[in-house]
């Protein structure tokens, strides 16, 4: 809607005017324009007026505007960070989509096994108890594993869970367990590398902006790291801020770190060899969106056949442990 109303000619305090005219309701985009309006009018720029909400705006939305008044642009940074927003709900969108079945099928089969742990194996025990017999002794000892496997996988995702929540909520106090944790999560197989590679696509875009504005590299390095959400890549950031400052090249000192993808480093070389820099950051954003994307259709097609696989594997270990001696016990009593 910004975008659309400064493509106009208007300025942004008569854009952030008309926005706030349109919404009604409670927490719609005319209330916020009306707080960011009301900021303004007081003499605060609309970059700051937006970098001081951030319980309303992500910390990315809040560096690009910042990326745009660095610039001395904010109203042409809203076609790039409409395009932005885009892409990443595309993405998120797609994530989402993905997840939502596998955590459908998760649910269900934790409430199911809590289900057969609590009211069928009982009943099944008792039921079969009264008959003896080396079939009925078996049929008891396997629903006892299954109650006590099950118990064990119940305790074990509780005691992950409260771990996640405790050290999430730690992290958000201390600044180097949440450091530990983010250079941590780049490591992790596959989901290391994905992250890297979405830390990666939100800093090469805002570089690309800051380079097409004409801003220095070091000083473009210390303002992206704002769109950062990663404190162990933004540390390798400003680690790559002062290399630079002590006369390294940019491939080099971008090759130094492990938080950042060999791919990036390898096409900084080409941007200091030509001289275009900024296609060189629009080259690795294109790059990694592209991967990205790639990435999550991957995902999403091969998570249904596992889904499949994991259900299958269930109902043969129930066949096993439950069906087979049941038949055995009334072929013994036939």
């Not at 933004?234 to 130094?256: P, Y």
Request: proline fraction near 2%; aromatic fraction near 10%.
């Amino acid at each position: 809607m910004m975008e659309t109303l400064l493509a106009s000619g208007l300025s942004i305090k008569d854009a952030l005017e008309i926005t706030s005219l349109i919404g009604v309701k409670k927490g719609d985009c005319g209330e916020l324009a009306g707080e960011l309006l009301s900021e303004i009018r007081k003499g605060v720029t609309f970059a700051k007026a937006v970098g001081g909400m951030s319980a309303t705006f992500p910390s990315v939305y809040r560096g690009i505007i910042g990326v745009g008044d660095l610039v001395g642009s904010v109203e042409k940074i809203f076609p790039r960070l409409r395009l932005y927003l885009e892409t990443n709900k595309k993405l998120h969108d797609k994530l989402v989509s993905a997840l939502i079945y596998p955590c459908m099928v998760f649910f269900i089969a934790v409430a199911g096994s809590i289900g057969l742990a609590v009211f069928v194996f009982p009943k099944l025990e008792t039921m079969f108890s009264e008959f003896g017999g080396e079939a009925a002794t078996l049929l008891q000892n396997n629903i006892h594993n299954l109650q006590k496997g099950i118990s064990i996988v119940i305790i074990c995702l509780s005691l992950i869970l409260f771990a996640l929540l405790s050290i999430r909520k730690l992290a958000k106090k201390n600044n180097s367990v949440k450091t530990s944790i983010d250079a941590l999560s780049l490591k992790i197989p596959l989901l290391g590398k994905f992250n890297a590679e979405w830390q990666t696509l939100n800093f090469s875009f805002a570089m690309e902006t800051l380079t097409a504005g004409g801003v220095t590299i070091e000083t473009a390095i210390s303002e992206a790291k704002a769109v950062v959400t990663n404190e162990a890549y933004r540390n390798a950031l400003t680690a790559v801020t002062s290399d630079i400052v002590k006369g390294i090249s940019i491939s080099e000192a971008f090759s130094q770190h492990k938080e950042f993808p060999s791919y990036m480093s390898r096409w900084l070389m080409v941007g200091e060899r030509s001289g275009k820099t900024e296609q060189v950051f629009e080259q690795i954003r294109t790059f990694f969106q592209n991967d990205i994307e790639k990435y999550t259709s991957w995902f999403m097609s091969l998570i249904e056949p596992f889904l499949i696989v994991m259900v299958g594997v269930l109902l043969l270990v129930l066949v096993i442990t439950i069906i087979v001696p049941i038949f055995s016990l009334y072929g013994s009593i036939l």
